[in-house]
């Protein structure tokens, strides 16, 4: 089957080179083509251009074809959401309104709310409960645009529930139009365990790691280093056990305090480093000097009122920068990805094109997929959304309360 977009106002995030992410300067500038075509074939963008080439282009006449007509209307590539917590039991209002109330999260946590909260429904609910909810959120995200998601686990913190957290997200990758990637994530230590630290490091290396390796239920693994959580020297461990078992590694960084966790996840390599509240010029240069995308966490910050990340000073200085969503019940609970959008310009400074980019081909590349996925270009994934009549793509981060996608189309498919 052949799909031709045509008539579109605004064909946006076209890159002819096919590049795996976009630093620095180079992120204030995005490519379009105006009054454009685009031919999806075999779930592959196969051509794309100004409408007057439109019958210059090569396909082939004998499948079917399916024409959709896009006037007023703009292409964009489906958003790549490169952290989210989207399996989880329950909501936690409750803390939400303690916050209102003066409480800080750290000392929500002391009373046995955040993670510790979440990991106790979760290890109660059973996993077709998970799955089903999860799911839903999953369809909640597509049609806001996501069309690539890592879904991490670390609700369970015990061997038997992160075991069901990640076969949860198996099977909404065997079940689900999205790319889904899955991370196990060190994320706290159980209660029993605060006393004991080395004993939940090495059950986490000589157990878990081993039993989801054998089951290959996990891409990447994944880190908590902040005040509070994982050390340094523990991160370390853990990060180079993921590497014996084949899995790149990924750091929660920086969110509480000036932690270390950019250091650590650059001297191993990691895909990214999430967070980054608080990076200074060291930490900078270290992500200079690598290939670790830095990834901002917008909802987040938000949500919790925390400190912003130094996105204007890490973009002068050349860097790249992701965002993602962080969808998760305590501190961030929306996977709203435009709405990220709206606040990469709010609160952080950025331009419409910055953000694009952000949501699009360096979140790729922060969850390993920018190859096939993240912009348009010819041979990836036709993983697109058609918006309803716009003036322009700042629209989009402008109308921070608004759903304007219209259609999705995944794998070449229309949803």
Not at 22 to 34: D, H, I, L, N
Not at 42 to 56: N, P, R, S, T
Not at 75 to 99: G, I, N, W
Not at 378 to 396: D, M, Q, R
Request: proline share 3%; hydrophobic share 40%; net charge negative.
């Amino acid at each position: 089957m052949i799909l031709i977009l045509q008539n579109i106002k605004e064909l946006v995030q076209v890159d002819l080179k096919n590049r795996l992410w976009v630093a620095g300067k180079s992120m204030a500038e995005v490519q379009t083509v105006k009054n454009a075509f685009l031919i999806i074939q075999d779930k592959l963008i196969k051509d794309f251009g100004a409408m007057e080439d439109l019958y210059k282009s090569e396909y082939e006449l004998d499948d079917m074809i399916i024409e959709i007509d896009c006037s007023g209307k703009m292409v964009f590539p489906s958003y790549c959401d490169s952290h989210t917590h989207l399996v989880y039991a329950a909501t936690r209002e409750q803390e939400f309104v303690d916050r209102i109330k003066g409480l800080t999260y750290e000392e929500i946590a002391k009373k046995g709310g955040g993670i510790l909260n979440s990991a106790k429904r979760l290890q109660e609910m059973p996993e077709d409960d998970l799955y089903t909810h999860a799911m839903e959120r999953l369809e909640e995200i597509m049609w806001l645009g996501t069309g690539a998601v890592e879904i991490k686990s670390g609700y369970g913190l015990t061997t038997e529930s992160e075991l069901k957290m990640l076969k949860v997200i198996q099977r909404m990758k065997q079940n689900s139009p999205l790319l889904i990637k899955s991370t196990f994530l060190a994320h706290a230590f159980p209660l029993e365990y605060r006393s004991k630290r080395a004993d939940y490091v090495n059950l986490l290396i000589n157990e878990m790691l081993p039993l989801i390796a054998s089951e290959e239920l996990a891409d990447f693994v994944d880190v908590f280093c902040d005040r509070g959580f994982f050390t340094m020297e523990e991160t370390e461990r853990i990060l180079m056990a993921g590497i014996k078992y084949e899995m790149k590694g990924k750091v929660h960084a920086n969110e509480l305090a000036n932690s270390g966790g950019v250091q650590v996840g650059v001297k191993y390599n990691a895909l990214s480093a999430d967070h980054l509240e608080y990076i200074e010029d060291e930490e900078i240069a270290a992500l200079m000097d690598s290939e670790t995308m830095p990834t901002v966490l917008p909802g987040a910050a938000f949500f919790l009122n925390l400190k912003l990340a130094p996105v204007r000073r890490m973009i002068a200085a050349g860097l790249p920068v992701a965002m993602a969503s962080d969808y998760n019940p305590g501190s961030s609970p929306s996977g709203n990805m435009n709405f990220i959008q709206s606040l990469g310009c709010l609160k952080y400074g950025m331009t419409p094109e910055e953000t694009l980019h952000a949501t699009t081909i360096n979140s790729a590349y922060a969850m390993g997929i920018s190859e096939s996925y993240g912009s348009i270009a010819k041979g990836k994934v036709a993983n697109l959304f058609i918006t309803k009549e716009i003036s322009s793509y700042a629209v989009i981060p402008y109308s921070f309360g608004s759903n304007l996608i219209e259609t999705v189309i995944l794998n070449g498919e229309i949803q």
